[in-house]
């Protein structure tokens, strides 16, 4: 267990320091000077010149990139140009919005798309399998902004069951905070429902096949018991796989929907920062989400050893 942490720890390590070149690059992939980019035009050139020295641009670039890693290892993202606070603050501040959409919307998502897998699995060529893996199609084909926008009309607008946006944190009002998650965490879960459904239908089609589930069908063993103890357990591995994919997924479509549903969260903090050109935001919110997204793959690859002892010895 220990080598095969040790190896999947290391292959992190190598993408985030490329991520990190990534985000200390990106302030140079920006067409034009990024002091200038930032300020208006009436800006003169010594206010210009004075964001340069502020931003550490006047410095060589191999001490630019010396003092980038060197902030990076002491956990300090630099300090927002637009908010005048740390990047790092303001990025743990906006995590709770974005975890609970993340987080809720991958509950929706695994829990409807692994038990629609089964029924249509269970139902192999009926018209449960196909009206299932119909329904899995159109979801996947539906742009999430589009769909959150239908749902704010209908339950916002038109019913007025559900805001239209903001967010409630969940320490202040727990129903505060499921209204106003529900209709974004359903927007993004109902979008990834499709793709865990007709993995888990794969997967569990397989599984279905095998010599041993077809001798349990024999002696009599109920259909759900033959289900739940022997075919769920075995297909597990390619599920939980999707499931990883889809986690990252959402965290990268949390973005467009913080945007849609006005949540305050890390997206919409990093697409604020892209429009005002606030590098320091930008850069630490691209190297924040990759830990994110690699510490959930990280926890995948975990859950895999504990459940595939095979899974160690690649």
Known sequence: MAAFLARRLAGALIVLLLVSLMSFALIWLVPGDPASAFLDASATPDQIQRLRTALGLDEPLPLQMAHWYGRILRGDLGESILLQRSVSAALIERLPATLSLAGTALLI???????????????????????????????LSVPDFWLGLVLILVFAVSLGWLPTGGFVPFGESPLGWLRTIALPALTLGLVQLGFIARISRTAMLEVMRQDYVRTADAKGISKLEIVVRHCLPNAFIPIVTVIGIVAGALLGGAVVIEQVYSIPGVGRLIIGAIAARDFPVMQGGLLFLAVVYLTVNLTVDLIYALVDPRVRLT
């Not at 829990?111 to 329904?135: E, P």
């Open 109 to 139: 998502a695994t829990l409807g798309g692994v038990a629609a897998g089964i029924v249509a699995a269970v139902n192999h060529d009926k018209w449960a399998d196909q009206a299932t893996m119909s329904a899995a199609l159109i979801g």
